[in-house]
């Protein structure tokens, strides 16, 4: 099985606007793209009807619908622009649970995937239960830092897989960077992988992400 590759591009400055549509233009040269998704900032969505062939993804959406909500991104905007999920409670844009819930069941009413972002085991225990697309665990003193969660905490990857299984599917992430990090993942019973600064803040990100797919 292919490992599903989340690629969270934040909002790094080499990854908003223009740089943005740079780097998808880059990763649209991939050949392969079923098991690839692009997290990228709400203002670059639009790019989705630029790039058919690529799976973008938003990196956080909100319960409401259309009407008087300054500032929302509604998941029925997202679907008119192509854009068929999302990330959701990233460590870095917390959500209180009780919206969680809503917007999960509403995503499976509009048929919107969520890739629900959780820190501890105590979270995926609980969120699995709703049975998003994806749950991603990410230990948050991880983030962004040069030890992955597949070499600190191995144990727990294997522990949240059990957790997820039956339910959910499981995405690893924290401190992924090496094809290494994605295989032990797996290995360990995840889907797949989500990852930043392992490939966007890359002098190629290109070339990093090919490796972390294994030349494939």
Known sequence: M??????????????V??????????????????????CVAETDLYLQKSFPELHI??????????GAFTGSVSMESLLDLGVKGSLLNHSE??????????????????????ILCVENLDEAEKYSKLEP?????????LIGGD???STARPEIIGQAAEICKGRTKLLVGAGVK?????????????????IASGIIKNAKPINRLVSLMGNR
């Open 133 to 141: 697309a994806y749950i991603a665990y990410e230990p948050p003193e």
């Open 178 to 194: 090496t094809k290494e990090d994605v295989d032990t993942s797996m290995a360990l019973g995840a889907a797949g992988v989500l």
């Open 93 to 114: 844009k917390r959500v209180d649970s009780s919206i969680i819930e809503s917007i999960v069941k509403k995503s499976k009413e509009l048929g919107f995937k969520i």
């Open 147 to 149: 030890i992955s969660v």
């Open 17 to 38: 606007g223009t740089n943005s549509e740079k780097l998808l233009a880059d990763f649209k040269s991939i050949k392969n793209q079923d098991s690839l998704y692009y």
């Open 2 to 15: 292919e490992p599903e590759i989340f690629i969270n591009f934040k909002h790094y400055n080499n990854a």
């Open 57 to 66: 993804y938003g990196q956080h959406v909100d319960s409401n619908g259309y």
